[in-house]
């Protein structure tokens, strides 16, 4: 495992036409490239994790696994506007030396794939074998498979959507409230609306996971008790955990960023951009995700040429592309050894 730092010196003109003079991306790379450099597999990670996979996915990605280094150059690149290495609020702006703060530049998915771009080349990298990601990753990584059709043999995007839905924007614009509410929000210092940020992880919980995961968990034992509640606590607890290792300008800014997720955009249309994907590609989705539905699974199957699609059991709701280890195993190891891709099925389901 290798944890380092790419710095891209000269201006990048992002989506919104502001264009900064640098930037800097905190990565991670695993295992070793082969003489062919045919083996690199791109791991795409999600709103709040960072660029070490093994950390947040590690029944999938380590020794032993589906992506194993023994078998694969892995590279985990921490999204640009987060706080695990990448540039970010908290990084000072080379303009003013002092922190970004509320100053932040707006990335978009689109955005953070073309940051990208430029290490791919200095790490050597002309083709990667599968692209795989999650959520906010599963974003970034269409957007990739589309900005370069050539570029990807497989990918596999994950409880995912070819653009961010009113229903979902609804959820991050609500939590933004919360942040916004908080008396601290506009100061520019590092522990600014974190009181507000840990309410609104709460209000999150509720769309990653769905009522029946709440009641198998979080269900009272005590028929006779008025409160507080188990549930009460956990939402607490959330809060808790996340203050302990995120910020609230992190928060603030990833969740607009997801918000602008539309591959459309600039490209004729949504499903116009879907059908320039050249790379085999199975879309996974959770079919108790109440934020990222199967009615969105179903569209990019049906508009990324010759898709494969499934869908996983799970009690866990959109946090079970983190915790569906085996089923997600299964699914992809039996993609990628399959022979006849010429051949694929548009559709199917895992019961």
């Known amino acids: ?31 070793k490239m082969n003489a062919d450099k045919s083996n690199v597999v791109w791991v795409f990670h999600a709103l709040t994790a960072n660029s070490n996979p093994v950390d947040w996915w590690p029944g999938l990605v380590g020794e032993g696994y589906l992506i194993d280094p023994v078998k ?20 000072n702006n080379p303009l003013t030396s002092e922190p970004y703060y509320h100053q932040f530049p707006f990335f978009t998915p689109r ?29 970034q990584l269409l957007e990739w ?22 229903w979902a924007r609804a959820f991050n614009a609500s939590q933004r409230h919360c942040i916004e509410l908080d008396p601290t929000w506009k100061q ?16 999150a919980l509720l ?6 995961t709440y009641n198998s968990n979080q269900a009272d034992t005590d028929l006779n008790s008025l409160g507080p509640f188990k549930s009460e606590s956990y939402q607490s607890y959330q809060g808790e ?37 050249k790379a085999k590609t199975h879309i996974i989705g959770i079919r108790s995700d109440i934020l990222f539905t199967e009615k969105e699974q179903v569209f990019l199957a ?35 050894t399959s022979e006849n891709h010429t051949l694929r099925s548009p559709v199917y389901t895992v019961n």
Do not use: W
Not at 145 to 166: G, K, M, Q, R
Not at 207 to 212: A, G, H, L, P, T
């Open 1 to 31: 495992m290798s944890h380092k730092t790419f710095s891209f010196q000269g201006s990048f003109e992002l989506e919104s036409g502001i264009v900064i003079p640098s930037y800097h991306l905190g990565f991670h790379t695993f295992g």
């Open 72 to 91: 694969f150059f892995i590279v985990c690149v921490n999204m640009p506007g987060s706080c695990y290495g990448s540039l970010g609020p908290l990084s």
């Open 111 to 139: 955005d953070m794939i073309r940051a990208y771009q430029p290490l791919k080349d200095f790490l050597g990298i002309s083709k990667i074998k599968m692209g795989i990601g999650g959520s906010m990753g599963g974003q």
């Open 145 to 166: 498979a589309i900005e370069e059709p050539d570029l990807f043999e497989y990918i596999v995007p994950i409880a995912t959507n070819a653009f961010h839905s009113p």
């Open 188 to 203: 520019d210092d590092p522990g600014a609306g974190i009181t507000g940020m840990k309410v609104a992880r709460g209000l």
């Open 207 to 212: 769309s990653y996971r769905n009522q029946d």
């Open 241 to 277: 955990k996340l203050a302990a290792r995120f910020n609230a300008f992190s928060y603030f800014n990833l969740s607009q960023s997801m918000d602008s997720h539309q591959v459309g955009r600039g490209r004729g249309s949504t499903t116009a951009a879907l059908k320039k994907i």
């Open 302 to 336: 049906q508009n990324i040429p010759g898709a494969f699609f499934s869908m996983i059991p799970s009690t866990y709701g959109h946090d079970g592309f983190l915790l569906e280890y085996d089923a997600i195993s299964n699914i992809v190891s039996h993609f990628l």
